[in-house]
């Protein structure tokens, strides 16, 4: 735990203006970010959209209670108009014809924002979401490094190597950001005695300091850009599509300069593709497939359907019927209305010490993007700078210098059939307990990570964020609550609290061994552990790991009470 604060800088405050109150820590840097302009700029953001938010949110458990009685997800009646309907998004900027490869990385560390920019891809996704642990630090260094990087003047200077030097090459990739979502709280922003919607101080801080420079430079004339995350109706699209009209006005631009992507990581989303199109329609950047939190989704959709559990997690991939379903459902929906359909994250990364290793891995994700462009995906994710070569080979050897599907109309022949049966329909393969192993092991040793601030670690050779981490923990927890029969070896056993007491326990003492008694001791592991236990046998399953852990990082100066959000 930090120490109180002793110097002059710190206890410095901010100037805010009526109403709100920034009880993160004080720093001359942040307080260049925190200006009493941009804080009046997110506080009418904050006024003008917190009752549609917690409208939204309150339909979202409405919704959640009638699956729990047994309704399935479906397509809603009352805009098949919509879904039918003849029109066509606003024209694609031509600053981002091309996607084919789009990297992302946390806003914070510095050097990754640099190296992410300066990676070959042609889009950088910087996360305030699933890769960033939200701390104030991180957040708040995070906006100064995307200030600096839209300017042109970020630059960093890396001790641990010598003091090399990184800044901008000439050419960059173009910026997207990610806020964060709709149901996170931002504990150190309070507005009018609230803690703020944390994605409109991600997106208005951004917005406030960049959107001038963005325009003029990265975004020729349109801009800024960004991905938004977790959405489960149009309703919600229609929140960001006022707050972008909003931003629009306050900043004196033209309607429909900002642009957004938005994922389609949530089961309910999938149903309201078109419609959540339709809302963005003069603001949209079509849509990407975010596979990892559809799959969270799939199984928090479905928590109180026992004829619905996933097989082991390591199962779970896009050939399976209702992911394959999905991913062409979102080409077909996106050209139709004349955006780009993008692909997802395989998670495989660079395995350094293991040739061999490195290129089966490598050969795994060259399948993956070769599937998506086959199906008629614009673009692609990838994680790590590594892979961007081969995915680059991939993705233009197959569009052959055209920058993108679009208007060749690309989308499987299933597509126009899919059904809401394809869509859900179970997942096949074994459940086992060394999935219910893995799935601890991985999910206690991230969750100790995100406690340290870090939310994207490499675990086991593959990219671990909070999108994978969940469905860790809500797998887990789907098996216990219906009492899942796994496979041990060949011997049959029944997923209960006492067995994934036992295996926790043997799984720490793995981790231990693994990281080391002193990395162990130092890092948040028991702490983890425990938390990722409880949650795993909760009654209720908990929506969002990183909501019920998030007091946690919460860090008020002065010092407060531990917050109880
Ligand atoms: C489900 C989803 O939402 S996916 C999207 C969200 N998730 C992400 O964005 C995860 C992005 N990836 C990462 O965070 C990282 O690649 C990790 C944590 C998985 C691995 O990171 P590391 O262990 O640091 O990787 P590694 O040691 O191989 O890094 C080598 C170099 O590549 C750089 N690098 C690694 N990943 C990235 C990245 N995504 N962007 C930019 N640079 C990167 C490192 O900064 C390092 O640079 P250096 O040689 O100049 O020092
Ligand atoms: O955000 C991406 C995902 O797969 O989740
Ligand atoms: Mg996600």
Redesign the pocket.
Known sequence: MPSMPTTAAAMASYDTPEGVDIRGRYDPEFAAILTRDALSFVAGLQREFRGAVRHAMERRRETQRRYDAGELPRFDPATKFVREGDWTCAPVPPAIADRTVE????VD?R???I??LN?GAKV??A?F???LAPTWENLMRGQVNLRDAVAGTISFR?TA?GG?V?KLDERTAKLFVRPRGWHLPEAHVFIDGEPAIGCLVDFGLYFFHSHAAFRAGQGSGFGPFFYL?KMEHSREARIWNGVFERAERVAGIERGSIRATVLVETLPAVFQMDEILHELRDHSAGLNC????YIFSYVKTFRAHPDRLLPDRALVGMAQHFMRSYSHLLIRTCHRRQVHAMG??A?Q??I?DDAAANEAALELVRKDKLREVRAGHDGT??????LIPAIREVFEGHLGGKPNQINAAAAPADAATITEEDLIQPPRGARTVEGLRLNTRVGVQYLAAWLGG?G???LYNL??????AEISRVQNWQWLRHGATLDAGGVAVRATPELLARVMEEEMARVRAEVGAERFRRGRYAEAGKIFSRQCVAPELDDFLTLDAYGLIVVHHPRAPASKL
Request: no cysteine; net charge negative; charged share 25%.
């Open positions: 990297i992302t990385s946390p560390p050097k990754m924002v190296n992410a990676s950088f996704m996360d979401e699933d890769a890396d190597r090399r990184y995350p975010g596979r990892w939190d997802g994250m998670a990364i660079p350094k994710w990838a994680a790590h700078p590594g870090s994207s670690v490499p990219m671990e964020d909070a999108a994978t």
